[in-house]
């Protein structure tokens, strides 16, 4: 069964840290390109950070390029987002998905909650 479940949300503090984990089973996470994304309470879906199939390249939305860090363990099958120095217009509901930032995804996790606070 393919599956993705993410973990490692909470309540920090502006300028906080938090690391996503994104666990990735019944597929090869390397053979796909992923996709961070979140929804704030009443906004769309916005793509965080994406890593291309190859794992070679990684994006940025501007909104968090310099702060965020994805990656990707293709042993463990696992992706990871470092979020650092937090503001509180991060907080949102984290996902992962397969598939590219441009694309509706064909898999995603359940979401993780994050919530900066001031």
């Known amino acids: 069964q393919e599956q993705l479940v993410e973990s490692g949300g909470g309540s920090v503090q502006v300028g906080g840290s938090l690391r996503l984990s994104c666990a990735a089973s019944g597929f090869p996470v390397r053979d796909y390109a992923m996709t961070w994304v979140r929804q704030a309470p009443g906004k769309e879906v916005e793509w965080v950070a994406e890593i291309n199939g190859g794992g070679a390249k990684i994006y940025y939305a501007t909104s968090v390029k310099g702060r965020f860090t994805a990656s990707r363990n293709n042993a463990k099958n696992l992706l990871t987002l470092q979020m650092d120095n937090l503001k509180p217009e991060d907080t949102a509901i984290y996902y992962c998905?397969?598939?590219?930032?441009?694309?509706?995804?064909?898999?995603w996790g359940q979401g993780t909650q994050v919530t900066v606070s001031s």
């Open positions: 998905k397969r598939g590219s930032r441009d694309s509706r995804g064909t898999l």
